[in-house]
């Protein structure tokens, strides 16, 4: 499957603890992402579901604390066995899903043996061997190296992404999809096209240290001048050909990311730096000028990896 084809079911849930055997689940949040006419072919939400859930065991203080439900609240509410179909209606909207979160094991663990207590399977698919569970957080860890931590909280502002209801499901399933949009961006620029090398992208060792040339480690050093501005960077080969046209809204901070063997190892963006020979710049006013004048340029010089922008008008 074409990354760009594939539909992800964003899922959090709230619960009275951490263990999925002892613990009950006390809110559950799904958001469907995908691309839609409505968004104009872009990735955004287009469809939810969300409900309290009575856990049929005492919330403690502390977990009441960390997400503001109690037990007052959940009182009288539905329980688990009553929404399964609602679940699994929403879930079958689509032949083939993603089951995505910022830790999508702990939500899937919860799911999965909740479902199980009420003789229902959760059903996944496959792709290539692996599981249809996308973790934001192991993405993090390959896209971001250099964020200290990986939390959703720092995540989210590291996109500028607001959450006013966080640790509360639907809020933290709308951010982590918001999450997800810019890390399926970031996918595509790096050249992973199909669904199965994202879902191997996640679980690649990020570990990976290769001794650098003394090209790169010439243009690293004139990457560190450039401005924390947005803008439209360009790499070209040694013999002038235009590989490369990207924009930013931190200039600096993403062509630096290309030099990280955490964000380029099992990519075709390692073919890409080992045939950059110049990068150049160009400040623009805001990230959406950077964004029309990266379209236009694409467009005018057709870049070899940009293979992805060149599919949509």
Known sequence: MLLRDASFVVVDVETTGLNAVNGRITEIAMVRFERSPSHGESWGMVDSFTTLINP?????????????????????????????????????????????????????????RSFERHNETLAISTAAGLDYLLCTCKLARRMLPKLRSRSLVNVQAYFGIKNPAKHRAMGDAEATAKVLGHFLAMAEEMGIESLAELLRFQNAKSNYVRRKTKRERSLREH???????????????????????????????????????????????????????????EETGSELSALLLESR????????????ERRYK
Not at 86 to 108: C, M, P, Q
Not at 223 to 247: A, C, I, N, W
Not at 297 to 308: A, V, W, Y
Request: net charge positive.
């Open 56 to 112: 049929e065991q005492f919330i403690s203080p502390f977990i009441t604390r960390h997400t503001g439900i109690t037990n007052a609240m959940v009182y009288g509410k539905p329980k688990f066995g009553e929404i399964v179909p609602e679940i699994k209606r929403f879930l079958g909207k689509s032949d083939a899903f993603v089951l995505t979160g910022h830790n999508v094991g702990f939500d899937y663990g919860f799911l999965a």
């Open 297 to 308: 340029r694409i467009k005018e010089l057709s870049p070899r990896f940009n293979s992805m």
């Open 223 to 281: 990457v560190k001048l450039f401005p924390e501005r947005p803008g439209v960077y360009t790499m070209t080969s040694s013999s002038g050909d235009v590989l490369y046209v990207g924009k930013a809204k931190n200039l600096r901070d993403r062509v630096t990311s290309y030099f990280s063997d955490a964000n380029t190892q099992g990519t075709k963006l390692a073919q890409l730096m080992r045939s950059v020979k110049e990068i150049a710049y």
